[in-house]
């Protein structure tokens, strides 16, 4: 049987990848691999964790195993999310987020071809009937979930997507990209790795497979953060490059001739 999480968060000396600080608010580069919050399975390791021990004053928030959080990325979701100094930042920030006033970006890598080369996917989206830990379109207890998105480059296999959220509901990406048969490369939830694979033959299959082996995880990234600042006014806008893997990946589509 799992153990309940924490009561409280212990503070970790975890390295940060900070893009940007004052003294209200941070904004981090995540990596791969990094939960955001301590829960079941989770205890350790995460970035509320580090969180703690870079600035000791998150222990003054109120939610203990959430503090400061405005929104997150999935723990194998690479990228820039914004994180709250004290509690009136955040709900500042929480609300500017709910009026999606906070700009979301991301890259992906996809298997096959989107519909049309740039397009909004407006479709609702509640938990999966059979298995409560999933997302689907038209799951139980739907809400309203819109992604924007526009094709960067084509290969042969996949496309290079770039993305712009509307709403910010769990999985959103993976599973709007999936519903429309382009899984995230790499992402074993929602149908980005074996099952991907059973599409292919031959030479496109081997370089699938050349992928996967480049990437262990959905080649997803939040490269681009835009808001304005709760308490200056100032217009904050910033990206980060794909980490290695990410790119690695993009190498090899580019090397194989499309």
């Not at 600035?55 to 990228?79: E, N, Q, Y």
């Not at 997507?161 to 599973?175: A, D, E, M, N």
Request: one cysteine or more; charged letters at 25%; glycine letters at 8%.
């Amino acid at each position: 049987m799992v153990p309940p999480p924490p009561i409280e968060a212990v503070a970790e000396n975890i390295p940060l990848d900070i893009a940007y600080e004052d003294e209200y608010l941070l904004v981090i580069n995540k990596p791969a691999g990094m939960v955001c919050h301590p829960a079941a399975g989770n205890y350790s390791g995460t970035l509320v964790n580090a969180l703690l021990y870079y600035f000791s004053r998150f222990k003054d928030f109120a939610d203990k195993i959430r503090p400061g959080l405005v929104h997150r990325l999935d723990k194998d979701t690479s990228g820039l999310l914004v994180v709250a100094k004290n509690e009136h930042v955040l709900r500042e920030l929480q609300a500017t987020l709910k009026n999606r006033a906070i700009k979301r970006q991301y890259m992906a890598l996809v298997w096959g071809r989107m519909p049309q080369p740039e397009g909004i996917i407006d479709l609702p989206m509640g938990r999966s009937g059979g298995d409560r830990k999933k997302m689907a379109v038209f799951g139980a207890k739907s809400r309203d979930a819109t992604t924007n998105y526009e094709v960067l480059k084509t290969y042969s296999i996949a496309e290079l997507v770039r993305l712009k959220l509307q709403t910010g509901r769990t999985h959103q990406i993976r599973v709007h990209l999936a519903y429309f048969g382009n899984p995230v490369v790499g992402d074993p939830t929602y149908g980005g790795r074996a099952r991907a694979l059973t599409r292919l033959s031959g030479p496109k299959r081997l370089l699938a497979m050349a992928l996967l082996r480049t990437i262990n995880r959905q080649a997803l990234h939040a490269w681009n953060l835009g808001f304005d600042h709760p308490i200056t006014g100032m217009k904050i806008n910033l990206t980060c490059e794909p980490p290695e893997d990410f790119q690695k990946t993009v190498d090899l589509l580019e090397n194989s001739g499309n």
